[in-house]
C-alpha cells in the first residue's frame, strides 16, 4: 500500500495551495484519510481528516476555516485545499490512511499508511 502526496511548494502568505495525495497497492475501503505536518524542530501534527464516505471531517483548530480536505474514492485521491497560508503553516505535510474510531481520528498512532511527505514553504 503506497500514498504519495504531492501538491507543495513556495507560496506567499495569504495565497493558496492544493495538495494531492494518490493511494495505491491496495483497497482503502472504508479507511480514514488525513493529512498532517511536521515543522521544522516540531512533533508531527494533526492537520485533517475525513471518513471513507466523505464526512464528517475534522480539522486542527489551526487551521479550521481555511483549510479543506476532500477526496475522491473512485480515483483513490485525498485533497487538501489550502487558503490564507502563513508562516506558521510551512511545514512537510504528509498524507495517511487508517481506520480510527472517532476518539482517535487525530492521532499519529491511529493511521496505519504513511505517504513519503510534500513541502509547502510560505515566503515572501
Known amino acids: 500500500v503506497l500514498l504519495q502526496a504531492s501538491g507543495g511548494g513556495l507560496v506567499q502568505p495569504g495565497g493558496s495551495l492544493r495538495l494531492s495525495c494518490a493511494a495505491s497497492g491496495g483497497t482503502f475501503s472504508g479507511y480514514a484519510m488525513a493529512w498532517f505536518r511536521q515543522a521544522p524542530g516540531k512533533e508531527r501534527e494533526f492537520v485533517a481528516t475525513?471518513?471513507?464516505?466523505?464526512?464528517?471531517?475534522y480539522y486542527a483548530d489551526s487551521v479550521k476555516g481555511r483549510f479543506t480536505i476532500s477526496r475522491d474514492n473512485a480515483k483513490n485521491m485525498v485533497y487538501l485545499q489550502m487558503i490564507s497560508l502563513n508562516i506558521e503553516d510551512m511545514a512537510v505535510y504528509y498524507c495517511?490512511?487508517?481506520?480510527?474510531?472517532?476518539?482517535?481520528?487525530?492521532?499519529?498512532?491511529?493511521?496505519?499508511?504513511w505517504g513519503q511527505g510534500t513541502l509547502v514553504t510560505v515566503s515572501s
Open positions: 495517511a490512511a487508517g481506520r480510527p474510531i472517532t476518539s482517535t481520528m487525530r492521532l499519529r498512532e491511529a493511521y496505519n499508511y
Open positions: 475525513i471518513r471513507w464516505s466523505g464526512g464528517p471531517t
